[in-house]
């Protein structure tokens, strides 16, 4: 089990790209979150085994359709122990 950051930049906003990415997670048992950001860019942190994280990885290199991936920055963090994957509505700065 490991912990993603996982920063996606492009056209990421205003695409599904929060309720397909927890479509995903919950199909392939990562835990976490995912939340817009407000610079229009989409932020997920999530936990699970390699195959799971991989899977999720996969999907964020090309988004829903419509969506428009530039850029995608992962970055290990510190487990946080989530029991589930949920998608935040508020916008983070």
Do not use: W
């Not at 997670?25 to 799971?52: P, T």
């Not at 969506?67 to 949920?86: D, H, L, P, Q, R």
Request: glycine fraction near 12%; charged fraction near 30%; charge should be negative.
């Amino acid at each position: 089990m490991k912990h993603l950051n996982i920063s996606i930049r492009g056209k990421v906003q205003g695409v599904f790209f929060r309720l397909t990415t927890k479509a995903v997670a919950d199909q392939v048992g990562v835990r976490g979150f995912v939340v817009n950001l407000k610079d229009g860019s989409v932020y997920i942190e999530g936990e699970g085994d390699d195959f799971a994280l991989d899977s999720l990885l996969e999907f964020c290199q090309e988004g829903p359709e419509g969506a428009i991936v530039e850029s995608v920055e992962v970055k290990e963090g510190e487990m946080k122990g989530f029991s589930n994957f949920e998608v935040v509505k508020r916008v983070q700065s």
